[in-house]
């Protein structure tokens, strides 16, 4: 079991449709990022926030929209995502943003029809 | 543009031997590195943490870290086929995480 908790762990979506993916830690890390991974490739980072701010993003498009509602908790809202937007979204957090290794939840794995 | 390389692979080897994964990173100011292992499907698992010049060992693992070269690597002794898997190296500094691309081992029986 991880220390990063991800709702859901699969989602179908259609391009119209508006959800949210979430992720939940326990540890009093003060870092949390978004990541998304095609197969075969990397994590990319998308989101990262810092003392529930957000410090860092990288130029993800609007249709994906960020919320940190408090030290434990990070969304991610998502709303008409193209097929392309398909992949494995990861949530990690870390003690501090920076010089910390970065736990990983188990993912959610996203499907756009 | 801060990188950090890594041989895609696939490494095989034998059921008992050693494996040797192999980094190299850009950026200087990078202090920390870590390895993680991605089984297929599933989200990355920190194996490894190394902060410093030398070699740590941890049960079949071993980080080395060399800062002067900007180089890393992981040893893996008595290779077992549920090591394999995809090995990221990562590098921090000021800034978050840089992933290498990943070595997808393949230990065979």
């Known amino acids: 079991d991880t220390e990063v908790t991800q709702t859901p762990k699969h989602l179908v979506m259609g391009m119209t449709n508006k959800k949210s993916l979430k992720c939940e830690q326990h540890m009093g890390h003060r870092a949390m990022y978004w990541y998304k991974q095609k197969a075969k490739k990397p994590p990319e980072l998308m989101f990262v926030?810092?003392?529930?701010?957000?410090?860092i993003n990288e130029s993800v498009p609007s249709r994906f929209s960020p919320e940190c509602p408090n030290s434990s908790l990070l969304n991610l809202h998502l709303h008409a995502l193209q097929p392309e937007d398909s992949a494995l979204y990861l949530c990690?957090?870390?003690?501090?943003?920076?010089?910390?290794?970065?736990?990983f939840g188990d993912g959610t794995r996203l499907s756009i029809l | 543009q801060k990188e950090v390389e890594q041989n895609s692979g696939p490494l095989s080897v034998p059921e008992g031997a050693i494996a040797s994964l192999n980094c190299t990173y850009s950026d200087r100011v990078s202090q920390s590195f870590f390895w993680y292992r991605q089984y297929s499907g599933k989200s990355p698992e920190l194996i490894m943490s190394?902060?410093?010049?030398g070699d740590k060992e941890d049960g079949r693992f071993t980080a080395q870290l060399n800062k002067a070269s900007q180089y890393v690597s992981l040893l893996i002794r008595d290779s077992q086929p549920s090591d394999s898997a995809t090995y990221l190296c990562?590098?921090?500094?000021?800034?978050?995480?840089?992933f290498g691309k990943g070595t997808r081992l393949s230990v065979i029986a």
């Open positions: 926030y810092s003392y529930e701010k957000l410090s």
């Open positions: 990690a957090s870390s003690q501090e943003p920076k010089n910390q290794p970065q736990h």
């Open positions: 990562a590098a921090a500094g000021n800034t978050p995480l840089v």
């Open positions: 190394i902060y410093s010049n």
